[in-house]
């Protein structure tokens, strides 16, 4: 690190402290001010927040190592642009009629309260045990690599940055609520788009554009059966990665996370009209695209340098471990300035991706728990609490980070397998929720329960039978354990999704009345012309490129 790239990274952090002291002399006055940004952001801020909120360290790290390691295999994940238009078309109305907060909430508004407190604990426990950890976690790792630096003024640089970034992240997030997190997002999302495409440039021409590096990752063969780093849909009997378990895996795991996370849905929450929420999510689909280029091919880039032996900057360019893929190419890839853009842009990923999590949790816990109990609870002292839970979420992460720590070389798979055993419960009490009158209260509610039973058995299968190789082989073993974890997914949605419909068939069907609005078919005719009056032909075309990109994609790493 040059004076020039302190220079870059200055400011980028005075532009900064600009954007954060605006937004808090924006006074918070009640809660929808502080958790939503007062309903009043543009289709522009939502767009930026979702992509910027979505890439972090995971992707810095994770994507960028699976490029290295795979090659194409995890772009299923990365290329789901279109899971984020069904937010906007088909979620976003129901969301917008129902005026909730948060997602625990509108689970209640469809079935009982009951629901409320089973998705409110299982997305607390989830983003403090993994997204805040991990995201430190492997921030940490991130800025040790790039400034390479072991230790200051004692101790571990590691800790000095990860703490410094979640501190510093907290600080903004508690004193200005939501409108920090997407104002920021604005300043944030260019400036990593615009790091990490000079990455993927610069790398490029290093290993002699896009047909060599093509050439060099294809003559990599990932398994027994003929697949290459640079195919996409691998053969059936792929151990990780068959083409069908991926299609279907990613599409239960992305439907969860785009369509019913609260980190997510809360940006879309946020917009002042249907309208802008809707645009706001084309936007992010758009962005989304992006990812697989300019973290996922940087990774494949990394390995062919290494694995060709091709000289950069003067020394033959070298790769360790899959992992170190991204921060090692702006360490030794980038020149003095450009450097410092770029780790801007690894900052701007983390910072945003934090604050997002603080703000979702913060109002998980104030609006689902602590109102439930005080109802009567003024404004104000409700954005106090908020304040005060986004502090001890940041205390519970920074306490997490050594046990995280101690995971770090199965930190990305540990991730998937948590979210693939996650999804399938809240994905069918959604899906079923808004797509069927009939599911009752207590369908519902068991298809949260029978998710979370079997996802707690399959995760402890996991961890027992990875410790004890030698275990005898049972039906249990085979379906908690050797079953492939894609195809497990899938299967896990189908269960959930019948233990709704069955119970929901032997129990009372929901009240009309509790129900209207919030699925198909039982929305009024206001709000139905108002729903139409929310979007036009721009936005039809607009959805339209986006899944023929998808679809050309797919076409051609097939």
Request: include cysteine.
């Amino acid at each position: 690190m040059g004076t020039l790239d302190w220079l870059v990274i200055a400011v980028f952090v005075c532009a900064l402290i600009g954007i954060v002291v605006h937004v808090i002399r924006q006074k918070n006055n009640n809660s929808a001010d502080y958790f939503l940004g007062g309903r009043d952001a543009t289709w522009l801020a939502i767009g930026a927040s979702i992509f910027a909120s979505n890439i972090g360290s995971e992707h810095l790290i994770g994507l960028a190592g699976a490029g290295a390691s795979s090659g194409m295999a995890m772009a299923h994940w990365e290329i789901q642009g279109w899971m984020i238009l069904l937010l906007g078309w088909v979620f976003v109305p129901f969301y917008t009629r129902s005026m909730v907060y948060t997602m625990p909430e509108f689970l209640e508004r469809r079935y009982n309260k009951q629901c409320r407190t089973i998705l409110s604990v299982i997305s607390l426990i989830s983003y403090v045990l993994t997204k805040v950890a991990v995201t430190v976690y492997a921030g940490g790792l991130v800025f040790q690599q790039v400034f390479g630096i072991e230790e200051l003024w004692g101790i571990d640089f590691f800790w000095i940055a990860a703490i410094g970034l979640v501190l510093i992240t907290a600080l903004y997030t508690v004193l200005g609520g939501m409108k920090s997190v997407l104002y920021t997002s604005v300043l944030q999302t260019p400036i990593l788009l615009l790091g990490s495409a000079i990455i993927l440039v610069l790398g490029l021409k290093a290993v002699g554009g896009w047909d060599a590096l093509m050439a060099s990752c294809s003559a990599v063969e990932v398994n027994q059966y003929g697949d290459h780093m640079t195919n996409l849909m691998r053969d059936l009997r792929d151990p990780d990665f068959p083409w069908l378990g991926a299609l279907i895996g990613s599409a239960v795991i992305g439907f969860w996370y785009w369509c019913t996370d609260q980190y997510i849905v809360q940006r879309v929450l946020s917009g002042k009209s249907e309208k802008e929420s809707r645009r706001g999510t084309i936007f992010g689909a758009y962005l989304k695209l992006l990812p697989v280029f300019i973290f996922l091919i940087p990774g494949m880039i990394a390995f062919a340098l290494s694995k060709d032996g091709i000289v950069v900057n003067g020394e033959v360019f070298h790769l360790d471990i899959p992992d170190a893929a991204f921060p090692v190419l702006v360490a030794k890839l980038l020149p003095a300035g450009v450097k410092g853009l770029v780790v801007c842009g690894i900052l701007a990923a983390l910072m945003s991706s934090l604050a997002s999590l603080f703000n979702s949790s913060a109002m998980l816990f104030t609006i689902d728990f602590y109102k439930r109990i005080k109802p009567q609870t003024p404004e104000k002292k409700l954005v106090r609490i908020g304040q005060i839970a986004t502090i001890v979420i940041v205390i519970l992460g920074i306490l997490w980070i050594p046990i995280m720590r101690s995971i770090g070389s199965v930190l990305y798979n540990y991730l998937q397998d948590v979210q693939s055993v996650l999804a399938p419960g809240i994905a069918a009490a959604f899906l079923l929720g808004i797509c069927w009158k009939r599911a009752s209260a207590k369908g519902g509610m068991w298809g949260l329960i029978s998710g979370i039973v079997i996802g707690l058995t399959r995760l402890g299968s996991t961890i027992y039978f990875s410790n004890h190789p030698l275990a005898a082989d049972s039906w249990f073993k085979a379906v908690f354990y050797d079953f492939n974890w894609l195809y497990f997914c899938g299967t896990m949605l189908i269960v959930c999704c019948l233990v709704v419909i069955i119970v929901s068939l032997f129990t009372k069907a929901p009240d009309p009345q509790q129900i209207q609005g919030l699925v198909f078919g039982t929305a009024t005719p206001e709000q139905k012309a108002a729903t139409r009056a929310s979007w036009n032909k721009w936005d039809i075309i607009h959805t339209c490129i986006i899944l023929g990109i998808t679809v050309a994609f797919y076409y051609y790493f097939w």
